[in-house]
């Protein structure tokens, strides 16, 4: 009797359009998991999602290293703490912006420059809002841009005030002390970068709120614009922070 062919595998029968066939099967060992799981065997994650055990070895190694999965001692699988960060991110860009984008908005309509939202993404940030000035000339960041962690008002910000105390350094402490910093050709020659930092009700660091404009229209007054914008959104979301 012939053999019955295998049925393909889950992520092939809906594979993304131009997309990487190993990253489709490697996504669908992480939608595997369903309410009520907390950890998988080799075969139940194999048998969901239609992969030779073998196939699904070398991609999980590979989920594990990334942090996406762990491995428990008894050899099963459990969502890994990157996917919890990844949440967090998730869940806190859904709580923020009903209050984060008025701020910004007000805070363009009364600089007519363009503000931002940064958040720390592991070695870099993460452009997570952002309201563009209504001037002709002005830099073209977008939500969504990941930019450097050292380089930027924004950057620097996050760092300052980042786990372990903050980054050590002139600069740095600078920042403590003034709750803001105004920077020029940091990121880009000709721009300037204004940044403060915004805290949340556990007064844990949420993000760097941003104001940007090129050198020729930076004004002594943007500074403390922004410590107060940042101050007040921070007050918005639950911390203990006086405001000017």
Do not use: N
């Amino acid at each position: 009797m012939p053999r019955k062919a295998a049925q393909p595998a889950v992520a092939d029968e809906d594979a993304a359009p131009g997309g990487a066939a190993s990253v489709d099967r490697a996504l669908s060992l992480l939608t595997a998991f369903r309410a009520g799981d907390s950890a998988l065997s080799l075969a139940e994650l194999a048998q969901r999602t239609r992969l030779y055990k073998s196939t699904a070895l070398r991609l999980l190694a590979s989920l594990e290293h990334a942090r996406l999965l762990q491995r428990a001692p008894d050899g099963r699988y459990a969502l890994g703490t990157e996917v919890a960060r990844l949440q967090s991110i998730h869940a806190a860009s859904f709580s923020l912006e009903a209050q984060v984008l008025p701020a910004l908005q007000a805070l363009v309509e009364a600089t007519q420059e363009s503000a931002a939202f940064h958040v720390r993404q592991g070695e870099q940030r993460l452009c997570l809002y952002r309201v563009d000035s209504p001037q002709l000339l002005r830099d073209h960041i977008r939500a969504g841009d990941v930019l450097p962690l050292e380089r930027g008002a924004g950057g620097r910000v996050l760092l300052a005030f980042g786990p372990g105390g903050g980054a050590r350094g002139k600069v740095y402490e600078q920042i403590r002390r003034d709750g803001v910093f105004a920077t020029s050709g940091d990121r880009v020659p000709g721009l300037t970068g204004i940044s403060a930092p915004v805290w949340g009700a556990s007064g844990e660091l949420l993000g760097a709120l941003t104001l940007t404009l090129p050198d020729a229209r930076a004004k002594p007054g943007h500074s403390q614009a922004v410590r107060q914008a940042a101050r007040r959104l921070s007050q918005r979301l639950g911390a203990v922070t006086p405001v000017d």
